[in-house]
């Protein structure tokens, strides 16, 4: 295990003034020469001062206070790290239901011949993940975490039952390891990387980590072997503030730096990813921050974020989120319709649960 980092609150106006002005980014992969592109400032403070900004204050007990629901067949989960609350939205993007308070961080569903699920990752300093039936209030059970004072903030895996599954100890830096999607996990570390914020696992049952290098100032995503023996870095991205990541069935590989771009890679080698595209969804008049992504499972060519922006309407916290889609591939990208603005909150999570496998 390694030594839980200092956490706590930023005050809305510091969050905020991480938005101005404009950072120069190079990124760096694999195989091929730097490139650099001038993108705009996350509405988190990057680097170490953003372990303190994603968690305010301290953390909230699980809650049931919101009356039973369902949302259909179809649904889109957001998490708000402010309220401890998931709202739950149908096929209509019309709010379904709400699911916490206790919650706030990681968002994952799974449909598979055995198992469809949804993970909610708690905010009790526990990492356990609460397991719901999809698009519902009700939940069914529990997988226990490490108990060291993370919260599971990147969730993966659990690709039906009796399959391991993975969740990031954030910010203790540990990866939680349930070897068979059930029990209490024990910890996995990645050697290459101190703090993984979001994890993915390839139809390989490899496993992806994306997270901080070891000098905090470049965004990585490393492959491990299944049990997190053994890892490389695939992807460098220098002053990049880990986003979340995404991996479809033809193996690209989406990669987000929450400084508002997104890149794809071919990653199908295994031994090393090769770019394919970017797009910048911010820009210097609409800065928008995706704080995690989700590959919608149904529409094989939309990509979702966990998006937290400027509130356009003076809110009192200053910052709102939603789930906003995009388009695929990257190079001709297009944002479509969100779900409705949720005020004074900072979503870190989505998920998108549909009868479907990607």
């Keep these: 295990m390694r030594s839980p980092k200092l956490i706590g609150f930023i005050a809305a106006a510091s969050v905020l003034a991480a938005c101005s002005g404009q950072n120069s980014s190079v990124m760096s992969h694999p195989g091929s020469a730097g490139m650099t592109h001038s993108i705009v400032h996350a509405l988190v403070a990057p680097g170490r001062a953003g372990q303190m900004a994603i968690m305010p204050g301290a953390p909230r007990g699980l809650g049931s206070v919101h009356p039973s629901f369902t949302a259909g067949t179809s649904c889109t989960y957001v998490t708000d790290n402010f309220s401890g609350n998931v709202n739950v939205y149908n096929s209509h ?25 949804v993970f909610l990752g708690r905010n009790d300093g526990s990492g356990s993940v609460d397991v719901y039936t999809p698009c519902s209030s009700t939940m069914t059970g529990t997988v226990t975490g490490l108990g060291t004072g993370g919260s599971a903030y990147g969730i993966g895996g659990f690709r039906g ?39 993915e696992v390839d139809k390989h049952n490899k496993v992806w980590l994306d997270g901080y290098d070891s000098s905090f100032g470049a965004e990585d995503v490393d492959v491990c072997s299944k049990i997190i023996t053994s890892c490389k870095t695939m992807v460098s991205i220098s002053g990049g503030f880990p986003g979340g990541i995404q991996m479809d069935s033809n193996e690209q590989l989406y990669v987000n730096n929450q400084f508002g771009q997104l890149t794809s890679y071919d990653c199908s080698s295994l031994t090393s990813c090769t770019l394919t595209g970017s797009f910048t969804y911010s820009n210097g008049s609409n800065p928008l921050d995706y704080t995690a992504t989700a590959l919608d499972p149904l529409l094989k060519h939309t990509l979702w974020g966990a998006n937290i922006f400027l509130c356009p309407d003076g809110c009192s916290f ?21 779900t409705p603005e949720w005020d004074n909150t900072e979503t870190l999570g989505t998920a998108r649960y549909k009868p479907d496998t990607p």
């Design 318 to 338: 200053g910052l709102a989120s939603d789930a906003q889609p995009q388009s695929l591939p990257l190079n001709t990208a297009t944002l479509g319709a969100p």
């Design 161 to 199: 039952a009796g399959k391991p599954g993975y969740a990031s100890d954030w910010s203790v830096g540990d990866i939680a390891y349930w070897a068979t999607g059930t029990g209490t996990a024990v910890s996995k570390l990645d050697p290459l990387m101190p703090l993984p914020y979001f994890v």
């Design 93 to 117: 993007r019309v709010l379904a239901g709400t699911i916490g308070p206790g919650y706030g961080w990681g968002a994952y569903a799974v449909h598979t011949s055995t198992l469809s699920a």
